[in-house]
């Protein structure tokens, strides 16, 4: 008995000691990505030798260039993240530009490393996210220009222009590297595929009709 509780405070003390040392927060004023080092492995990008940093590393040049629409969804997401600004890398925050055809759409999808907040730079969309299981409800609101709405990390969302013209969004992430997952791509044209069977008994379909849509992935 005595042995398991010396053990036990051990473990305590430990894990105190572990907790105390955590530091969420950069240790460092930034860390650009040095994308060249794929040696190393993190979680994330290793740092460059800040003494090679310049003003490149923190720029990027583009958002005020429409994207291109001509799509079968009809919208295009322009990214500002680590990729485009190594500087962003550690300091959990990244950009992107939407635009969307009339009656476009940015399909349902997640970010599962970041929260969204989506501000309306022209026309009007309608937005909407659905809560977790098990009541999978839909919260969505129609905005208009100058109209913002947040996405919480995780949660299916989508956009859709309701306007009559183009419409464009600005968002806002809570992570300089936020995924996406586009969960009809994931779904259907997953590599490789996820078994008809499977997906037939869960949308409670024909298999046929699932061959269809696989083939449009």
Do not use: W
């Not at 996405?151 to 419409?167: C, D, E, W």
């Not at 806002?172 to 997906?199: C, K, M, R, W, Y």
């Amino acid at each position: 008995m005595a042995n398991q509780i010396l053990l036990l405070t051990t473990f305590l003390a430990m894990t105190c000691s572990l907790v105390v040392a955590f530091e969420p927060s950069p240790l460092q004023d930034f860390c650009v990505a040095d994308t060249t080092n794929s040696a190393t492995k993190v979680n994330g990008l290793p740092c460059l030798d800040s003494k090679l940093a310049t003003a490149e590393h923190f720029f990027f040049s583009g958002l005020h260039i429409p994207g291109n629409t001509s799509n079968p969804v009809g919208g295009k997401v322009t990214p500002v993240n680590v990729a485009q600004i190594p500087g962003l890398n550690t300091l959990g925050i990244s950009l992107a530009r939407i635009d969307y055809a009339p009656m476009g759409v940015i399909p349902p999808h997640t970010h599962p490393r970041a929260t969204e907040i989506l501000t309306v730079l022209e026309g009007s969309l309608d937005v909407g996210f659905v809560t977790s299981n098990p009541d999978n409800k839909l919260i969505s609101k129609v905005l208009k220009k100058g109209d913002a709405f947040v996405f919480p990390v995780g949660l299916i969302h989508y956009q859709k222009n309701v306007g009559t013209g183009m419409a464009v969004s600005l968002s806002s992430l809570s992570s300089q590297n936020p995924g996406v997952n586009t969960i009809a791509n994931a779904v259907f044209g997953s590599n490789p595929p996820i078994s008809e069977d499977v997906l037939a008994k869960s949308f409670q379909v024909d298999k046929y009709v699932i061959t269809s849509i696989q083939a449009k992935f």
